[in-house]
């Protein structure tokens, strides 16, 4: 193992974030900080950073340094935005902090930035085609997505602070100050004639505007889980929360739930070129990445050449399983059995098979995660470690299917709360009661018997499944079976279960 640093220096705020490594690539964060330097507004009329920027500058990397050591940090990955790429003076900037500091730092330019924020949204969503935008301090990227492939990009100096310089929105909005902005970002859209292959595509929001009007939408509607990452609003919610938003004062908006008190004076602007974008490629829904650039250079040091190729599903399971310190080859174990029956017991409905499968998969790898916390009731410490964990390409509904069949699978009467509940329709809980069966099976069928997978013999009949074992094992298996299973086995997939001896 090892412990390594990636340091963020944007125009509005500065991160630091270290990672213990692992031998098999798999991370954990240890220690993070975030400092609002807002290096944006430092710059001049003749585009210096000022002595006062670049004295906030060093004491912000100092500290990031020390934090650094402290922590045993073997590699330091630093790198700067639109700030510092766009001073003038950059070159003595870069020279005085590794004299200062000896700390290298890399300028990304504008498509690099993009770039490492497609690979974070590649490597952490299930996405095809999709339009990206990320607001910075100084800068906005707008990035066109097809096939899995990036078509096109291009970083304008449009960021937060920029933008709230032109049109602060400190007092509710009349219809001339925005229709005054619309015609302003509009005729900057227009100079992209790419923009018009992004009709129709879904948006992807990076950085800190994204992910405030996703936690506004969340407290405006209540949202149970406690989770930002692949979290979607539809056009007319944004339109909804973009309406009410545009029609606060400052003191308003501070006490505006969801919305960080860093951020009010320089919200609304990017907000509202975020909406305008929406609004002028049709965007049908806003979904939010709650990582950027920072994790784009983390998972491009881990997976360097294969990043392109990598199951970010496989790898974000693998991650989970490492960190709770579970045994991977018992997880696969499981998994590989699970599936086993499952393709047996797939009857002539497929419509969910896909899903199920995916389900199984997860519910599968994470079945023993709860033992990280206790033995005991470890189904319902899995629940909740599921629902509040990063699992790469899932939606939420399905972190929660996933974790909702855990539970089950230790104890099929187990009752999720009424808020979770209302997240789930009927048919998405006799998924997770059919999954939980599965696994509970592959789950006994791999405690009370420790030999070759290879010698389960599965007999699916007309109106039977028999499992049969070594004749060692049925003995087992039988009493350890939870006593609802020959009436659930029954009702979910209407065969009677029997374990036989080979």
Not at 93 to 119: M, P, Q, T, V, W
Not at 375 to 390: D, E, G, R, T
Request: charged share 25%; with cysteine; proline share 3%.
């Amino acid at each position: 193992m090892k412990n390594i640093a990636v340091i963020d220096i944007g125009s509005n705020s500065m991160r630091v974030l270290v990672y213990e490594i692992y031998l098999n690539n798999s991370y954990k964060i240890i220690d993070e900080e975030k400092r609002m330097t807002r290096l944006g507004q430092y710059l001049d009329k003749n585009n210096n950073l000022s002595i006062e920027g670049i004295e906030k500058l060093l004491v912000t990397l100092e500290f990031f340094k020390i934090l650094c050591e402290k922590n045993n940090v073997v590699e330091v990955i630093a790198v700067a935005t639109e700030a510092i790429r766009r001073a003038k003076n950059r070159n003595e900037i870069i020279s005085l902090i590794k004299d200062k500091l000896n700390l290298n730092i890399r300028i990304l330019s504008g498509l690099e930035e993009s770039a490492y924020g497609y690979i974070t949204v590649k490597s952490t969503m299930d996405i095809d085609n999709a339009l990206l935008i990320d607001i910075g301090g100084s800068s906005m990227e707008i990035t066109l997505v097809k096939n899995r492939n990036i078509i096109n990009g291009i970083s304008l100096p449009l960021g937060s602070i920029p933008l709230t310089k032109l049109f602060p929105f400190d007092t509710p909005a009349d219809k001339d100050t925005i229709l005054e902005f619309k015609k302003f970002i509009f005729s900057e859209f227009d100079k992209l004639p790419w923009l018009k292959s992004a009709k129709g595509l879904p948006l992807i929001g990076i950085g800190g505007t994204a992910r405030s009007i996703g936690k506004i939408h969340k407290k405006f509607i209540t949202y149970p889980l406690d989770l930002l990452h692949n979290y979607f609003i539809l056009f007319d919610e944004i339109t909804t929360v973009y309406n009410y938003v545009i029609d606060l004062n400052i003191s308003q908006k501070a006490k505006l739930k969801g919305l960080p008190k860093e951020r009010v004076d320089i919200f609304t602007a990017p907000f509202s070129a975020l909406f305008m974008l929406m609004n002028y490629c049709n965007c049908p829904l806003l979904k939010i990445s709650q990582y950027g650039i920072r994790e784009g250079v983390l998972y491009e040091k881990l997976l360097g050449e294969n990043i392109y190729n990598v199951d970010i599903l496989d790898f974000s399971l693998n991650n989970i399983l490492t960190n709770t310190d579970l045994n991977l080859p018992h997880a696969e174990k499981i998994q590989d059995l699970s599936r086993v029956l499952l393709d047996h017991l797939e009857q002539t409905d497929s419509r969910y098979f896909e899903l199920e499968s995916k389900l199984l998969k997860v519910s599968a790898k994470l079945h023993d995660v709860g033992i990280s916390i206790s033995v005991k009731h470890a189904y319902k410490h899995s629940f909740y470690i599921i629902i509040n964990s990063f699992i790469a390409g899932l939606t939420h509904k399905e972190i929660l299917m996933a974790a909702y069949t855990v539970a089950l699978s230790g104890k099929f009467d187990y009752k999720i709360a009424d808020e979770y509940r209302a997240l789930l329709t009927k048919d998405d809980i006799i998924i997770c009661k059919r999954l939980s069966i599965i696994l509970c099976l592959a789950h006994k069928i791999d405690k009370y018997f420790y030999n070759s997978l290879a010698e389960v013999v599965i007999l699916n009949e007309k109106d039977n499944f028999n499992l049969a074992l070594p004749a060692d094992s049925v003995k087992y298996m039988k009493d350890s079976l939870p006593v609802e299973m020959d009436e659930s086995f029954k009702k979910y997939f209407n065969k009677k279960l029997s374990v036989v001896p080979l």
